[in-house]
């Protein structure tokens, strides 16, 4: 398979995929890529990850909590506001209809299983 093409898709379907993580449980970054990371096909690294965090969290859909750590910097922790709650909504809500769509389109056809 194209990787290009691959991360494209990836790309499409981040942002819902780490509003689900953060909206099981409070976490922080380095867990939301060990989680990607988890899942076939959605590996990611902490270079795309970040930054997404960080633009939800100052678009108002992540809340963040920084907790003194005493191995290193401060950890940053991200847990859905209100807003990040309705975006995962709206985004799984229109995922489901994609994923709806496109099997129906790729399922073999009627008469194609009677050849």
Same mark, same amino acid.
């Given at each position: 398979?194209?990787?290009?093409?691959?991360?494209?898709?990836?790309?499409?379907?981040?942002?819902?995929?780490?509003?689900?993580? =953060?909206?099981?449980?409070?976490?922080?970054?380095?867990? =939301?890529?060990? &989680?990607?990371? #988890?899942?076939?096909?959605?590996? =990611?690294?902490?270079?795309? =990850?970040?930054? @997404?965090?960080?633009?939800?969290?100052?678009?108002?859909? @992540? #809340?963040? &909590?920084?907790?003194?750590?005493?191995?290193?910097?401060? !950890? !940053?922790?991200?847990? @859905?506001?209100?807003?990040? #709650? #309705? &975006?995962? &909504?709206?985004?799984?809500?229109?995922?489901?209809?994609?994923?709806?769509?496109?099997?129906?389109?790729?399922?073999?056809?009627?008469?194609?299983?009677?050849?």
């Amino acid at each position: 398979m194209d990787a290009s093409w691959l991360s494209q898709m990836r790309k499409g379907v981040l942002e819902l995929c780490v509003l689900a993580i =953060v909206d099981r449980e409070e976490t922080y970054g380095y867990a =939301v890529v060990e &989680r990607m990371g #988890k899942t076939p096909g959605m590996e =990611v690294t902490e270079s795309t =990850v970040y930054p @997404l965090l960080a633009r939800l969290s100052n678009d108002g859909l @992540l #809340k963040l &909590r920084i907790e003194k750590s005493s191995a290193g910097p401060p !950890r !940053r922790y991200y847990s @859905l506001s209100a807003g990040g #709650k #309705k &975006r995962l &909504r709206e985004l799984a809500s229109t995922w489901a209809t994609i994923v709806g769509s496109v099997a129906s389109l790729i399922e073999p056809a009627p008469s194609a299983c009677l050849d």
